[in-house]
């Protein structure tokens, strides 16, 4: 089922960075309500999904490029970004949400979903399940199979392995908050793009201004601490050996990209360059990049994202 709701779909208060790039409007999927940010365009639509703790900011740089080609809207997976929790934030969960989501969402025409980190596991796995619904996918340094584990652990700085590893814990949700509330969203936004980005001076100020306005406006919601925590508790399995993640990447038909950060360390390029994959999906390595080409190089990600359009 979907509808718009007159009393659910309106426009909503946007950073002064955001106003001319998208219009924001919640729609409601199968009784829950997922924020999405309209990038406009034409031709074929793409779906834009974000990674765990990400929103539809992470796209500012890429989909005002994509829209001069395509039809792009970037959802707010439940959750995270402006999306109440719903249905459940699980990987299961997140799964079913954007399945429902590209299944209703553009009147039977088949999009491009393109996803990110946890949003590029979602992606392929809702590929795999439904290749009716999806044109193409492409992964963005999607999490894989075996992230954790040895060598292939994330190459993360001391301080936010334990930060990482607290927030998924007993009281997770409750310790983000406050170290939120402690730090503020601008230095939690810089952090966050100083860990994930090879070289974050890249990304412009008004870009990193709207994800300091998001995260601010985030800090106020209740569910903030507990969807990082239960998503993040939830992505183990989701990744397991015969899971299904290593199931889809094994055996996607659709046409697919996979673009990788060279130095990426949240998920590393090793483990990338070791997984096996469908015929159909191509391995990109972006030289320099880490894990959030979408920012830090949209114009790359850009050139292997068109011809599936």
């Given at each position: 089922?979907?509808?718009?709701?007159?009393?659910?779909?309106?426009?909503?208060?946007?950073?002064?960075?955001?106003?001319?790039?998208?219009?924001?409007?919640?729609?409601?999927?199968?009784?829950?309500?997922?924020?999405?940010?309209?990038?406009?365009?034409?031709?074929?639509?793409?779906v834009l999904v974000h990674g765990l703790g990400g929103s539809h900011v992470n796209w500012l740089r890429l989909a005002p490029e994509l829209a001069k080609r395509a039809r792009i809207v970037a959802m707010d997976l439940p959750g995270f970004g402006l999306s109440p929790v719903g249905h459940g934030v699980r990987f299961e969960d997140q799964v079913r949400a954007v399945t429902s989501f590209i299944g209703t969402m553009f009147g039977g025409e088949r999009p491009v979903v393109v996803g990110a980190s946890m949003g590029g596991a979602i992606s392929a796995t809702v590929a795999n399940l439904r290749p009716d619904l999806v044109r193409g996918v492409a992964l963005v340094c999607p999490a894989l199979p075996g992230l954790g584990f040895?060598?292939?652990?994330?190459?993360?700085?001391?301080?936010?392995?334990?930060?990482?590893?607290?927030?998924?814990?007993?009281?997770?949700?409750?310790?983000?908050?406050?170290?939120?509330?402690?730090?503020?969203?601008?230095?939690?936004v810089r952090d966050l793009l100083s860990l994930t980005c090879a070289d974050s001076s890249r990304i412009p100020e008004a870009i990193v201004a709207?994800?300091?306005?998001?995260?601010?406006?985030?800090?106020?919601?209740?569910?903030?601490?507990?969807?990082?925590?239960?998503?993040?508790?939830?992505?183990?399995?989701?990744?397991?050996?015969?899971?299904?993640?290593?199931?889809?990447?094994?055996?996607?038909?659709?046409?697919?990209?996979?673009?990788?950060?060279?130095?990426?360390?949240?998920?590393?390029c090793a483990l990338a360059r070791e997984t096996p994959c469908s015929p159909t999906l191509r391995l990109e390595i972006l030289e320099g990049i880490g894990h959030v080409p979408q920012l830090e190089s949209p114009a790359a990600l850009q050139s292997l994202i068109e011809p599936l359009l």
């Open positions: 089922m979907f509808l718009y709701a007159a009393n659910i779909t309106r426009p909503m208060a946007r950073h002064p960075a955001e106003t001319p790039l998208y219009r924001s409007r919640t729609v409601v999927i199968d009784g829950a309500p997922i924020h999405t940010a309209d990038f406009g365009g034409t031709g074929t639509p793409v040895g060598s292939r652990a994330a190459v993360l700085p001391l301080r936010q392995a334990l930060a990482f590893a607290t927030a998924l814990g007993p009281g997770g949700d409750r310790v983000l908050r406050a170290r939120l509330l402690r730090s503020g969203p601008e230095r939690a709207a994800h300091v306005a998001l995260a601010a406006k985030r800090s106020g919601q209740p569910w903030y601490g507990t969807a990082f925590r239960d998503a993040g508790r939830s992505m183990p399995r989701a990744l397991a050996r015969g899971g299904p993640v290593e199931t889809a990447l094994r055996n996607l038909s659709v046409p697919g990209v996979w673009a990788h950060g060279e130095r990426d360390r949240i998920v590393p």
